[in-house]
């Protein structure tokens, strides 16, 4: 079946630009998180949402950066005025559910690059 | 400290090879991860593990839940096997991983 996609692959902005990127998770996945990897650094936790609770957002850099997921399913990370230090791969995974014994699916990532 | 360091950061070894990439935690996790991120940039969920030892095929992860350490070997190592091996740790409740730096290893024919 169908992994997890993510929209666009590749997405160059300005200094200053909003930018939307788009994680399409596995179909039932209730869990659905967002990392980031900065060039030359490891991977870090952005947000994480599970099913219709309160996502946590603890991860989350900045107040430009915010996400939403409709529907249980389709979820979107913005980046309001961004900056060059948001340059990075923004990666979407999802799990059946939060369980210990759910394998996170990754999907390919968006890399952002801010001129 | 980083809750997850990795060692080494880098790893050269030739095909055939035995390889360890350890991985040590500070606080008690729920699960630990393995992941494989190939230099196309795709990540691959290798293992996850609370106790114990577990295989698949030429990959083998343990975990020593009271020394807060965990190993992943690669037996006959080939370079195909050549990728960043990342640990990540999961605490209680909370679903999101808290990722080492990574392990770049290089298997050269």
């Known amino acids: 079946g169908a992994g997890v996609s993510q929209s666009p692959s590749n997405k160059v902005t300005e200094k200053g630009k909003d930018v939307e990127l788009r994680c399409d998770p596995i179909?039932?996945?209730?869990?659905l998180y967002w990392y980031r990897q900065s060039l030359g650094q490891g991977l870090e936790f952005l947000i994480y949402f599970q099913g219709n609770s309160a996502p946590d957002k603890s991860g989350l850099p900045s107040d430009r950066f915010s996400a939403e997921r409709t529907g249980g399913s389709v979820s979107t990370l913005t980046i309001q005025r961004t900056q060059q230090e948001d340059s990075a791969v923004y990666l979407c995974a999802s799990s059946a559910s939060p369980s210990n014994t759910d394998t996170q699916y990754f999907g390919p990532g968006t890399r952002l690059t801010v001129l | 400290k980083n809750e997850v360091e990795q060692s080494p950061q880098n790893l050269t070894a030739q095909e055939g090879e035995f390889i360890t990439i350890n991985c040590s935690y500070s606080v008690g996790i729920s699960a630990l991860h393995w992941l494989q991120q190939h230099p196309g940039g795709g990540i691959v969920s290798l293992f996850m593990?609370?106790?114990g030892k577990k295989k698949h095929g030429r990959l083998i992860a343990t975990i020593n839940i009271q020394e807060k350490h965990s190993s992943l070997h690669i037996t006959a190592s080939h370079p195909r096997d050549s990728a960043v091996y990342i640990c990540?740790?999961?605490?209680?409740?909370?679903?999101?991983?808290?990722f080492g730096k990574g392990t770049k290893l290089s298997v050269k024919p």
């Open positions: 593990l609370s106790s």
């Open positions: 990540a740790n999961r605490r209680g409740s909370q679903g999101n991983l808290i």
């Open positions: 179909s039932g996945h209730t869990a």
